[in-house]
């Protein structure tokens, strides 16, 4: 259980976060390999849909979303828990954040990016998705801007522009390190090109200070609004299960909860796989649990709110809804979602298991389990009991095209992830060494009162 | 539409119901629906599969659900404990209901179904991108997808078919949504008829496929702002307005006794489409 030692070598910090950019363990190469192979399946089902049409994902009237939609919003989400790292744990000056935002910002990107692309698989004809855009035309004809659709379709590319951004200037100085020590190569010349002639002089350091807030400042609003105009689509529609006032701060909640599972997950794998455990210690791990505990916490909380609203709204037909959900043929997964939800996340609520890894990983990805099942939840039963009494008898499961899709993401956002990984500093090195250096102080300073001794702490 | 003009004169462009601001003249179609003429005969629905060239999806697309009936018959079974083949049924034919204010117009992210001033929701098949979230937003589920490329699929229409198509529609590649138009190509037909004469649409100048075929008469279509016009007429009988999310009967003189109602005027999309209860026996 130790933290960052505070004595270590700055020289010492380069040179370890370096080597996961040259030799990670193998299982490194196993992960590619898997998410590799799910990618091709991904893109084998979509090459078919697109030719044949998407009538072989199973979609019905009145089943005409499905598993896309769900997946859509479950990659949305994932992404906020970055933000939340990196931009809002930034201006509250939380330290124990500084060595693991790097991968958090970037598990952001990739996920939106994954996101993205389900917008496209979802739609009939994607060729055409440029008629979303407001986009300058002879016929001067605009997209409706009435809809959430056209909102979203926004949001997410502000939401997905910014925090490339934020990622990229919050590395820069990383960069510049890695130009400084790498081999001769193609990196060599990529890091060069990236690092923007960065030398750490002191106007570049205080330009870049703030740059970087401004832009934190910038991502926190758009965290949030992103998930809460994704809650638009369904609360802002007419449709029983849907229209629910309560949508957006609880989409907001969901998403930092499976966000923040997500971030446990990809600790444990990256801490292994590149050997960061003197960087991503135990104690750091242990934050985060409580972090992911207390949201889960909000999460059940605003969940049961919904189901309370609904239950005594005395809008029957939404209540059908939530009936169907606990007895109708969903109920396996609406009940499971609710466990892993609600009553798995207790399992962090005891030290022990706080810090225990085999624990934390089966616990983060049951989480996220929850949390997909939560979107197919609210997405789906709406469409086999809606108003229309004759579309109730109509049930229609996902086809294997729509599922080799939704499994095929997982691989491409592991992709993507690992590939950045390799090629970038996952843990960011100046502020790791900021954070030494101001723990060091900070216990110079108690060692030079004699408080240190008194309080105890001189266990280092 | 350029965005100048867009900022100027924005309140040219946005209503809070159509109804109220922009007054249906001289056209506002609609059709009542006499239930207990009905006899679920289906007549309704082969005319518009050969009126509007719908595709025939076969037997396991309409397992799946993806019929394309655009004009469809819905059957109830009474459940009074008695077993079929004595058990009874009502049937409702569905298709569209031309919402004054629909849900499907709102929500779509590229504004491929819009209102006409004749009072009907429009689709525009070169729009549609396919989001299908009209379809989702729909309480009536009468959106029809075209999940596969059906003018290219065998036995959509046998060989011998392809001659019976309606040159006066398109057909509808993949990707797309479509429904009921209350036959607009007929409406288009009878305006530029009643154009060159000089006048308006005469009630009973354009008929529906589905009115057209039915044969007991059940279906009427008409211009409701006509007060000559048959529909009009039944909608004044029995005291259904088109603006109203609940209509308010007359009970002194036998109010309880007319029969009009429209589907889901509580959720007030302000459908176009009035239906005549059924008179069950037992009322009788």
Redesign the interface.
Known sequence: MNDIREDIAWAKINKDVLKSLENPRKLFWVILLIAIAAVGVAVGCEVYQYT????VA????????GLYIATFIFWIGMSHSGTLLSAILHLMHADWRKPIYRFAEAMTTFSLMTAGLFVAV?????W??Y??LPYPNGR?????F?????WD?MAIFTYLSSSILFLYVGMIPDLAICRDNMNPGWRRKLYTVLALGWEGTDRQWRNFRVTYLTIACFLIPLAVSVHSIVAS?FA????PGWHITSFPPYFVAGALYSGCAAIITLFIILRYVFKFEEYMTLPILKKIVRLTFAIAMVWTYLNLIEYAAVWYGHDQASKDVLIQKMVGPYAPFWWTMNICGSVVPFIMFFKRFQTHIPVLFAVSLLLNLGMWLERWMIVAPT?SH??????WD?D?WPSLVQWGIVFGSFGWFTLLFMVFCKVFPSVSMYEVKEMVYHRSQATKKLEATGKLAASGKGAH | MSVTSLLENYSEFRHFHPVDDVPHNPYKWAMSIDLDACSGCNACSVACYAENNLPVVGREGFAHGQAMHWMRIERYWDEDGREFPDQGAQFLPMMCQQCEAAPCETVCPVGATNHTPDGINSQIYNRCIGSRYCSANCPYKVRYFNWYDYPTTDNVWPAEMNQQLNPDVTVRGKGVMEKCTFCIQRVTVAKNNAKNEGRLIHDGDVQTACQQACPTSAISFGNLVDPESKVYKQWKAQQVELDKDAQIKDKEEGGSELRGYRIFEELRPYPSVMYLERVRESAV
């Open positions: 044949v049409g998407l009538g199973n979609f019905s009237n009145p089943h005409v979303w979802h739609l009939g004809r994607v055409q998705i008629y979303a001067q004809v605009w997209p409706n009435q809809s959430p659709l056209l379709a689509d802002m529609s007419q449709q469409f809606g108003y229309y009494p004759w579309t109509h229609q």
